[in-house]
């Protein structure tokens, strides 16, 4: 993954980046609904946000995003689709299909809630750093590597909430936990995801709670094809799983489940 930016800005102007492909929101709390965002770019190295860009480090901005359709974007950086950064807000019953190269939506040191989307057919669906944001009700399919990949760098405390998702048939991990977060994760299918260790979830580090989810049918061609609890720069993952159903997940080695410092 792209580690998350913390020099975006100076005085409030972008600095030396290109953000947002389709729509670049930096100030104000706009209310974007029932537009199709298609074929945008945001080129180079430095590009982020390929369809949308909503955030300023310096302002924090209440972004809202509905009933829209955010497709076939693409930024060389990170968020292909949709990147929100330091946002509060709601995106919703949106459909973020087929944004490359890099992950379909990014959703960095926000309080953002993401209802009732799809993100499908991106390199990563979602990524989400530094964030205490909740993803609900979103459908996370097809995708070329995780379905969802959250990670702690700059801040505390990585706890977003994923609660009531299906999240299947990515070719890589279902959900990767890593470098500290401690999602909390609740009443989820984690089904038919396929990757080297941690199909279904790859958890490396910190303290995810996983409850009432439905783990099945994920492969690993290593380790774990249900979960993998592992360690990252020697931390060591604990998590905490609650009336969880791990069933019909196939590895090398721990078929449901796989724990072992590496």
């Known amino acids: 993954c792209v580690a998350p930016l913390t020099d975006l800005f ?28 298609v074929n945008n770019s945001a080129a180079s190295d430095a590009g982020f946000g390929g369809g949308i860009w909503a955030g300023n480090p310096d302002y924090r901005i209440d972004f809202h995003l509905k009933d829209c359709v955010v497709s076939n974007n693409s930024s060389d950086a990170n968020g292909s689709g949709l990147f929100v950064y330091y946002c509060t ?5 949106c459909s973020f299909i087929g944004n490359n190269v890099q992950a379909g939506v990014v959703i960095q040191e ?9 993100i499908s057919e991106s390199i990563k669906g979602i990524e989400i750093f530094d964030d205490n944001s909740t993803i609900r009700n979103c459908v996370i399919t097809n995708n070329d590597n995780e379905g969802i990949n959250l990670a702690l760098f700059n801040l505390s405390e990585c706890t977003p909430r ?6 299947t048939d990515n070719d890589g ?7 500290g977060a401690s999602p909390v994760i609740r009443n989820c299918l984690i089904s038919g995801n396929t990757a080297d260790s941690g199909a279904g979830l790859d958890l490396r580090g910190g303290n995810p709670t996983i409850i009432d989810c439905i783990i099945e049918n994920n492969v690993a061609t290593n380790r774990g094809g249900g979960i993998y609890f592992g360690n ?7 998590p ?7 069933q019909f997940n196939a590895a090398n080695f721990g078929g449901g489940a796989y724990s072992l410092q590496d």
Request: net charge negative; hydrophobic share 35%; proline share 3%.
């Open 10 to 37: 100076n005085d409030g102007n972008p600095q030396n980046y290109r953000l947002g492909g389709g729509i670049f929101i930096g100030f104000a709390s706009p209310v974007v609904s029932n537009c199709i965002v």
């Open 89 to 93: 807000g709601l995106v919703e019953n």
């Open 110 to 118: 926000s309080e953002l809630e993401m209802a009732n989307c799809d």
């Open 162 to 167: 994923i609660v009531d998702c299906t999240i």
């Open 173 to 179: 991990h279902g959900i990767s936990s890593k470098y």
């Open 232 to 238: 990252e720069i020697a931390e060591i993952s604990n």
């Open 240 to 246: 905490t799983i609650i009336n969880c159903t791990i």
